[in-house]
């Protein structure tokens, strides 16, 4: 029944190392985000895809980098983690359709999130 | 630059004791107005969508309204239940159509 669901919830590792953190969603939505939200609990976007396609690149270092394989999926792999990067990731949904000027139920909904800590 | 501010950034009442949680925007062009709820060591949960000017919605102890530059939630005889994060975000009407968050209201209701 979970609408958008996240792997790991809790991920611990040394700098330098690679991660992957992995994002499904079952509401047949065609856009998929991640965020992350820092120690103020701030929200800030890291990256948006629409049908696949990649629409929000933030600035975001280049050792984070998306893959949507499907509509439904949207992974998040990060290469040589830095102690900065300790925080929580959301991956979200939402229903744009293909980012029609006129929104329809276009809320978002989240996953539970993954907190990442960096050692 | 396109910018969400919440205020209060933290707020203590009393059960029954009614309030309002203020979002304010600045955005070259609104597509949607959002309120969030979130709990802790959990991802936000969707409140409320407006999408232009005199908009109202209500949900429960919960009104949410819209003017072109802020949007209030006000919390009517609040429960120790309604204690959370609340967030506001905006989406703004350019070709990304880019949601924007504020920092967020600690609510935090006291039996």
């Known amino acids: 029944d979970t609408a958008v669901s996240q792997t790991p919830k809790y991920l611990v590792t040394q700098m330098g190392n690679d991660k992957s953190i992995k994002c499904e969603q079952n509401l047949g939505h065609d856009t998929m985000y991640w965020y992350k939200q820092d120690s103020k609990k701030f929200l800030k976007i890291m990256f948006s895809?629409?049908?696949?396609?990649?629409?929000i690149n933030e600035t975001v270092p280049n050792r984070f980098s998306p893959k949507s394989p499907d509509k439904a999926h949207l992974n998040l792999h990060i290469n040589s983690l830095e102690l900065g990067d300790s925080a929580v990731y959301f991956c979200?949904?939402?229903?744009?359709?293909?980012?029609?000027?006129?929104?329809?139920?276009?809320?978002?909904?989240f996953g539970p999130g993954t907190r990442l800590t960096v050692l | 630059e396109d910018q969400v501010t919440q205020s209060p950034e933290a707020l203590r009442l009393q059960e029954g004791e009614s309030s309002s949680l203020n979002c304010s925007y600045t955005v070259s062009g609104l597509r949607g107005l959002f309120w969030y709820r979130q709990d802790p060591g959990k991802g936000p949960e969707f409140l409320f969508t407006?999408?232009?000017a005199g908009e109202e919605k209500e949900k429960e102890r919960l009104k949410a309204t819209l003017t072109k530059k802020e949007s209030f939630l006000h919390i009517t005889a609040p429960k120790p239940e309604d204690s959370a994060t609340y967030l506001c975000a905006v989406q703004e009407d350019s070709g990304t159509y880019k949601y924007i968050f504020g920092t967020g209201t600690r609510l935090k209701v006291l039996a």
């Open positions: 895809y629409n049908n696949k396609e990649l629409i």
């Open positions: 407006l999408y232009s």
């Open positions: 979200a949904s939402s229903q744009e359709g293909s980012m029609s000027p006129l929104p329809t139920y276009n809320e978002q909904f």
